[in-house]
Nanobody, 118 residues
Framework: QVQLVESGGGLVQAGGSLRLSCAAS????????MGWYRQAPGKQRGLVAV???????NYAESVKGRFTISRDNAKNTVYLQMDSLKPEDTAVYYC????????????WGQGTQVTVSS
């Protein structure tokens, strides 16, 4: 059973920084993709950033240059460094793990609230 545990959310003023962490446990294939998605009130959940176990990363246009995703494969942990935060970044942030061996599967964390005050 794969589990994801997130941490690091909170309240911060505009222009500030936060760092999110997500640790995965269980039987996880060596090739996988981990990432962060977010959902603001009244909006659909959307991609923030993803990173493959080989290191390739993709970002939503709205966070490029401000957010940095990284991972520690030995710890099955993904991080999201969020700088220059804006009020529009306020959302619940969810960690996701996608695996492909033996079958394609995806797992979600419970979500962590990020609130950016103006």
């Amino acid at each position: 059973q794969v589990q994801l545990v997130e941490s690091g959310g909170g309240l911060v003023q505009a222009g500030g920084s936060l760092r999110l962490s997500c640790a995965a446990s269980g039987l996880i294939s060596s090739f996988n993709v981990m990432g962060w998605y977010r959902q603001a009130p009244g909006k659909q959940r959307g991609l923030v950033a993803v990173i493959a176990s080989g290191g390739g990363a993709n970002y939503a246009e709205s966070v490029k240059g401000r957010f940095t995703i990284s991972r520690d494969n030995a710890k099955n942990t993904v991080y999201l460094q969020m700088d220059s935060l804006k009020p529009e970044d306020t959302a619940v942030y969810y960690c996701k793990l996608a695996t492909y061996n033996p079958v394609a599967s995806e797992y979600w964390g419970q979500g962590t609230q990020v609130t950016v005050s103006s």
